[in-house]
């Protein structure tokens, strides 16, 4: 495809899950001619029959049934499972201090200024240790490195904990403690994500991937609606008391995954060479670099979250608004989620990335206008919809093109354009808020995400003929 170098994953590079149970592959339950095997006991159907109407009719049901819902398979693999419970609900607890911490600054500050900031906090220290976390992975055993990560990350919820029942109220402190946090995010999360392949089949790489964003979503949405109540009847403690104690599941989760150690002899050590390795990996790659390109017009450019403190004070009238605001997003990505199935047949997948990311940005910029919270709200879902199949796209890609020597650096970038987008966002929103108003930041962050993704598309044609059918 053009100058595109592609690189595909082997049967040598990705030996089978050894937790499979016997007799079951990634083919098993896949319905012949839309129609499930299972409705019928095929050994007991004479030469002869003839199903009714009304079983035809059934059998169509659960044909576009399972051709629309989210895919399950990956979930027979014991490691899996565990590992994506364990994300699920760790990540609820990640949601509700994601809430709780911009609720409080706002509260300490008077300032959407200070809350854009805590941007910049993450921002840094996801892209040393994303990057460096990424290049770790593919030199050690994952697990070991991701059991390490997550306690750092645990630790700095429990430090937020102890200043909340202090009542310290220091600025300073949440900001450190705030990149603390991301240090072991960044370290855990492209771990987390490089172990995937070793634990299920490579056909059900893009169906993990769903799931575990569906997950996130979830927690997304749970999240910040538990915020809601607790921050108005608990307090801050409360909230973060509520995360460490969900936050144990995720690290059980670790305890029990297998050794995953590097496959084949690596050279080097997982220092500066080795991260500039993976990067000039990525420089020869167009489509995997656009990918990571255009998810930071869509979170650096059109991403509202810091404006939600001061807009559900301002607009919507306080209470539980910024628990709904913080929400909205994850509301669409779980719905998208659910009904993801036909995501794994588009082989135009980088027309459908950009199309997806147009869609996030047209959202958003109508959710600025609203001024009632249910159309808001409503509008933002539409675009976490858009932003799940987006980042779906973005992740397979990763995945298929990378050899796994590779996919720890590669997914430190992505966390680091994952992750950081948004804090990106926070940063813009914030501060062209402090000088335009924060209707004309959201609105206009919404639009210009639009205009540039389109933009970018055109700029690189090799992202806009990337089919998975010839590559």
């Given amino acids: 495809m ?14 089978p899950p050894t937790d499979t149970p016997d007799g079951e592959g990634p083919e098993d339950d896949i319905p012949t001619d839309g129609v499930p095997t299972d409705d019928v006991p095929q050994d007991d159907v004479p030469e002869d029959y003839v199903p009714e109407d009304g079983e035809r009719s059934i059998g169509r049901r659960g044909g576009m049934l399972r051709r629309v819902a989210i895919d399950t398979r990956p979930l027979k693999h014991d490691a899996y499972r565990r590992l994506w419970l364990g994300q699920g ?18 509260d300490m500050t008077g300032s959407s200024f200070w809350v854009g900031m805590i941007g910049l906090v993450n921002l840094v220290p996801l892209i040393v240790f994303g990057l460096w976390g990424g290049a770790v992975a593919d030199h050690m055993d994952r697990r070991k490195l991701l059991l390490v990560s997550s306690c750092v990350t645990w630790s700095s919820t429990l430090v937020l904990l102890v200043q909340a029942l202090i009542g310290a109220e220091s600025l300073a402190l949440i900001m450190a ?7 072991g995010f960044a370290v855990s999360s492209p771990t987390r994500s490089a172990i995937i392949p070793r634990l299920v089949d490579e056909p059900l790489v893009p169906a993990a991937n769903t799931l575990n964003f569906t997950a996130a979503t979830v927690g997304g949405l749970t999240g910040p609606l538990f915020a809601g109540v607790v ?24 305890v029990r995954l297998p050794a995953i150690p590097p496959l084949g002899d690596i050279a080097g050590s997982p220092g500066l060479r080795s991260v500039l390795d993976g990067l000039r990996y990525l420089a020869t790659q167009p489509v995997l670099m656009m990918s990571f390109v255009v998810d930071i017009i869509a979170m650096g450019v059109a991403m509202p979250r810091a404006l939600f403190p001061e807009l559900a004070e301002t607009r919507f009238g306080g209470g539980d608004a910024v628990g709904w605001l913080f929400a909205s997003i994850a509301i669409g990505a779980v719905v998208g989620g659910l009904i993801s199935g036909w995501i ?26 609203a001024h009632q919270l249910w159309l808001a709200v409503a509008l933002l879902a539409v675009g976490g919809g858009a932003d799940l199949v987006s980042a779906v796209f973005r992740q397979t890609m990763l995945l298929t093109y990378a050899p796994d020597e590779m996919r720890g650096r590669l997914q430190g970038v992505f966390t680091v354009v994952v992750a950081g987008g948004p804090r990106l966002g926070d940063m813009r929103a914030g501060a062209t808020a402090s000088v335009a108003g924060a209707t004309a930041s959201w609105v206009g962050g919404g639009l210009a ?23």
């Fill in 449 to 471: 995400c639009a205009v540039l993704v389109v933009v970018a598309g055109f700029a690189v044609p090799a992202l806009l003929r990337y089919d998975t059918r010839t590559t």
């Fill in 177 to 183: 403690v705030v990149a603390l946090q991301a240090v």
């Fill in 2 to 15: 053009g100058d595109c170098q592609t690189v595909s994953v082997t049967s040598e590079q990705q030996p």
């Fill in 89 to 106: 609900v760790s990540f609820i607890g990640f949601q509700v201090t994601a809430v709780a911490v911009p609720v409080q600054v706002y």
């Fill in 344 to 369: 794994g047949r588009v082989h135009r997948q980088g027309i459908a990335l950009v199309v997806s990311i147009v869609v996030w940005g047209l959202a958003v910029a109508a959710a600025g206008l």
């Fill in 231 to 254: 921050l108005a009847h608990g307090g801050y403690a409360v909230a973060y008391g509520l995360d460490a104690a969900l936050f144990s599941v995720g690290l059980y989760a670790a």
